[in-house]
Each structure stands twice: as C-alpha cells, then as structure tokens.
C-alpha cells in the first residue's frame, strides 16, 4: 500500500469516527505508528496529528469558530428548559458530572443552593457558577486550559475521572445524529467525555432542538449509549 493509498484509508475511517488514535490508525493500516507519522508529515492537507490523535484538518478549522462567547445567547430559553428536564433526574446526594457547553451552564444555574450533591466538571465557567452553591461538594479537573471551550484537558482530568464513579452524567453535544452518532466541536473533549461515561451509572444527552441532525466532525459516542436525550421539547 502506498503513503497516498494509506492516507485515503485513514480518511475514509474519520468519516466514521471523526478521529483516530495513532495507535489505531496503524493497526488499521498494518505498519509502524512512525510510519504513520511520516505519511502524516510529508503530505499535509486534508489530515492532522493533534494529542495523539488524527483528525481531518477541517475539522480543526470548524473548531476554531466555535467559542462559549459566542455561543452562550443561541437559544439561551431552549438550552435552559432542556436544563430544566435534566434537573429532574437529580436525585438528593447524587454524585453527577457536568460536561463543558454552554447548554449546561443553564443547569448548574438551576441546581438549587440547599441541594446536596457532589459536581465533578472540568468548565471554568460551570465551576464558578457552582462554587457559591455551600450545600454540594464541587470537584473540578485539572489539566491544560482551553479557552475555545473554557474548560481543561489533559491526562491529569483522565486520571482524576478512573478514581471517581458518578450516578448520572449529563452530556452535552455539538451534533446529534441518527447515522454519524453524538459530536463535539473540540478534540481535547472526546477523552473525558468517554471516560466520564464509562464510570456512570446513567448518562443521558442535553441538547437544545438544533443539534439534531446535525453532525460536527469530533463523533464521542452512539445514540443508545445514553438513557435518553433531553431537548426542550421532552
């Protein structure tokens, strides 16, 4: 197989996956991580190596458009009544994980002062939010910071997440949809996300009605990985 023929290979498997794992990437292809890297280098356009990981270089692009800034005031009501039905599912002295987004900041706002819980988030903004609220116990993952999404990364918040398990997780998403899955806008999301998951007991999806059908190009999970998806239309 040739480098260019390796490279169509791998960009057709990111039209599934949205990323790959250098590891796996060369599984796939049958030869070296170093060669994988090499091809990677030496015909650069359509495919990038970004933390480990490939991804398509326009993807990156779409997720330097994103910002929480500028995503906070779309459909702020919608985004707040989807809140409200995960707010719902908390139960007293549950152990809940807060994905980054600007949807759930809604639900860190609606968590009542009085409530005792522990929040585990890895968002700056949500822990500022949730650090006055004297009832919970708040833990927030440490690791790099990255202001796209105002959150943190990094196998540090990946270490933290394997010593912890929650009752329920509350995810938020990018994209939603029935045959590419549940997408993200930021790489450095994908691992925490699927971590989170793995230690949960009941993980469930809040996304205002305009993610659905919508496919961004970082796919974390399948649809029935999760409990229910709750929009503000149910």
Not at 63 to 87: M, P, W
Not at 101 to 122: D, F, K, N
Not at 190 to 204: E, L, P
Request: charged content about 25%.
């Amino acid at each position: 197989m040739t480098p260019a023929e390796r490279l169509h290979k791998l960009e057709q498997a990111l039209q599934q996956s949205g990323s790959l794992r250098l590891r796996d990437a060369a599984a796939l292809l049958g030869v070296s991580e170093m060669t994988v890297r090499r091809d990677l280098a030496r015909h650069k356009g359509n495919l990038s190596y970004l933390g480990g990981h490939i991804v398509s270089a326009h993807s990156l692009q779409n997720a330097a458009q994103y910002s929480v800034a500028q995503e906070k005031d779309h459909f702020a009501q919608a985004k707040k009544r989807a809140s409200q039905k995960a707010l719902a599912l908390i139960k007293p002295h549950d152990v809940i994980f807060i994905d980054c987004g600007t949807t759930l900041l809604h639900l860190a706002r609606l968590i009542p002062e009085s409530q005792a819980l522990t929040v585990v988030c890895y968002s700056l903004n949500t822990a500022e939010i949730l650090k006055d609220k004297l009832a919970l116990r708040l833990i927030v993952l440490g690791g790099t910071y990255m202001p796209s999404s105002d959150s943190f990364s990094g196998q540090e918040a990946l270490n933290a997440l394997d010593q912890l398990s929650f009752d329920t997780v509350f995810m938020s998403a990018g994209g939603v949809d029935d045959h590419a899955g549940v997408s993200c806008w930021n790489l450095h999301e994908k691992d925490i996300k699927r971590r989170a998951m793995q230690r949960a007991k009941r993980r469930y999806l809040v996304v205002d009605s305009s993610k659905l059908g919508v496919r961004r190009h970082i796919r974390f999970a399948d649809l029935n990985e999760f409990d229910a998806i709750l929009t503000e239309q149910g």
